[in-house]
């Protein structure tokens, strides 16, 4: 009964994303232990972007790969205020990701642990261009983008 639980909570969690106001998990800490993939500076606020792979985002979790799950990556970020460093964890965020083939996944994230995230399907190797824009409790609309490489 718990892995079954375990399961649709790891399901729900990290495979029906939607927009949503981000949430206090400070209970629930989720360390990403790789290096950021992307940090840019937008308008006063400092994006962090990180990618990995749906594995390595279960075991920081603490969970082990529900089976069936077609998407291969969890893209995330994190937004900071950029003078004084506080942490922005209210608004909407929404990441299309070009795929090598040119066709597209746009996902609205999910506010989670401290961050925003989403699943997506990263399995061939080449580039992609991921396209984020956001809009915080201040209401003022934001972009980033940049290019990942998956091997």
Not at 38 to 50: I, M, P, W, Y
Request: net charge positive.
């Amino acid at each position: 009964m718990k892995k079954l639980i375990t399961t649709t909570a790891a399901i729900l969690a990290l495979s029906f994303p939607f927009v949503v106001q981000a949430m206090d998990h400070s209970g629930h800490a989720m360390e990403h232990k790789s290096a950021a993939a992307h940090e840019e500076v937008v308008d006063g606020v400092k994006a962090t972007f990180n990618v990995q792979t749906m594995a390595d985002a279960m075991k920081d979790m603490g969970m082990e790969m529900p089976k069936g799950v077609k998407e291969t990556h969890h893209i995330s970020v994190s937004f900071k205020d950029a003078k004084s460093g506080k942490a922005l964890t209210e608004g909407t965020v929404t990441i299309k990701v070009q795929n090598p083939d040119k066709t597209a996944q746009t996902k609205d994230l999910m506010g989670m642990h401290g961050h925003f995230g989403a699943d997506y399907e990263l399995a061939k190797s080449g580039k992609y261009g991921v396209m984020c824009k956001f809009q915080l409790k201040d209401g003022k609309s934001r972009q980033a983008k940049f290019w990942y490489s998956a091997k």
